[in-house]
């Protein structure tokens, strides 16, 4: 059944899964009849909370093999591995099956959007559409359609997404994952290109210089870090619908359940013809603040806890669950160009 064809195609899918900082942080082995999953920890942010982006970026991967594998008429079954560490974080087995897939055919076609969107709100049976895209799933989506929420959820990304350049130990790993050259991106295969963030051309000079920290200070000591923290959050105010994507408990599992959830909604709302583009900083250091607040300065601690209170009224009902991805939903007519930089199968197979 698991042929090394199959293999490949599957190994191929999961390639295609989102991962935050595109750093693919996963490794599958062929084990007998089983694909087995692993966490590739030389991929993981050492600055990742938890490693809940690890865990939600693996979740995606493993819904896109599950979903291949139906298109091949192969149901899979997801078993978690909670505890034993330099084992198999999940264990996939396959039978023949009759599980249907309507989203399968669009793992190639998703991607993140960066352009404006339109100010045209979801319609009440579309946010239908994909709160039941995710039933099965051990989690769960939380909306907004007020342009009121989204000025409010912009100023919050706004006023907590300039911390990444401010807070040394977050500035250096994202230099670190940065690809200046295309023999960086030959090189590695994963992390961030200037291109995949959209950044303009005329800019990418300036933004290289930032790399080095007494650039840097001095840029962010005139506020300009601030500033562009605004403007990259602006586009948050126009949307059709923005969604948390929460986990129902604060655990490797039930981030992998989350992202897996994530990866479903996506393909759904492509299949749908939408645009999409995910915020994973308030998720972040809204959890990062409650686990590990002393891994930011006081002063970062003091601002983002001012988020708190108004983030979750926006999301009432997300109080007693766990902030996992937030997503910018809507019609647009210009798509940004999907990123390429993806690792090999050969990179993916864990021997």
């Given amino acids: 059944m698991m042929t090394d064809v199959l293999f490949q195609e599957l190994l191929e899918a999961a390639s295609l899964a989102p991962s935050a900082d595109n750093m693919q942080p996963w490794e599958f082995r062929k084990y007998n009849e089983t694909i087995e999953v692993y966490c590739a920890k030389s991929r993981a942010l050492p600055t990742d909370v938890m490693n809940m982006f690890v865990w939600i970026s693996i979740g995606a991967a493993i819904q896109n093999i599950t979903l291949a594998a139906a ?4 149901d899979a079954d997801v078993t978690y591995n909670s505890t034993k560490e330099n084992e198999p974080v999940a264990v996939i087995t396959f039978k023949t099956g009759i599980t249907k897939t309507d989203v399968a055919g669009l793992i190639g076609l998703r991607c993140t959007n960066r352009s404006p969107f339109k100010a045209e709100p979801l319609e009440a049976n579309i946010i239908e559409q994909l709160n039941q895209s995710i039933q099965g799933y051990k ?18 990304d706004a006023h907590s997404s300039y911390i990444r350049l401010e807070h040394k130990p977050l500035h250096d790993e994202l230099f670190s994952i940065l690809r200046f050259t295309h023999k960086d991106m ?31 200070q001095m840029v962010s000591n005139l506020g300009i870090g601030r500033l562009v923290a605004k403007q990259l959050s602006n586009k948050l105010r126009t949307a059709g ?8 408990e604060r655990n490797k599992i039930a981030y992998m359940e989350a992202g897996r959830a994530m990866e479903q909604l996506w393909l759904k709302a492509t299949a749908l013809g939408l645009s999409v583009q995910p915020y ?21 601690v003091s601002a983002l806890e001012k988020h708190r209170k108004p983030f979750y009224s926006i999301f009432p009902d997300a109080k007693n669950e766990h902030p996992a991805i937030v997503f910018r939903v809507g019609y647009s007519d210009k798509q940004s160009k999907r990123s390429d930089m993806r690792l090999l199968n050969t990179q993916l197979n864990c021997k």
């Avoid at 298109?71 to 192969?74: A, E, F, S, V």
């Avoid at 619908?241 to 129902?248: E, H, P, Q, Y």
């Fill in 186 to 216: 030959e090189k590695f295969r994963y992390g961030l290109t200037f291109e995949s963030l959209d950044v303009p051309k005329f800019a990418v000079s300036f933004a290289k210089m930032l790399q080095y920290w007494s650039v840097n």
């Fill in 139 to 156: 989690a769960n989506l939380h909306w907004t359609t007020s342009a009121t929420d989204f000025n409010r959820i912009a100023y919050m």
């Fill in 241 to 248: 619908g923005i969604c948390l994507v929460t986990a129902l």
């Fill in 71 to 74: 298109k091949q008429g192969l």
């Fill in 280 to 300: 994973g900083v308030l998720p972040q250091y809204l959890t990062k603040i409650d686990v590990e607040q002393e891994t930011f300065l006081p002063r970062y």
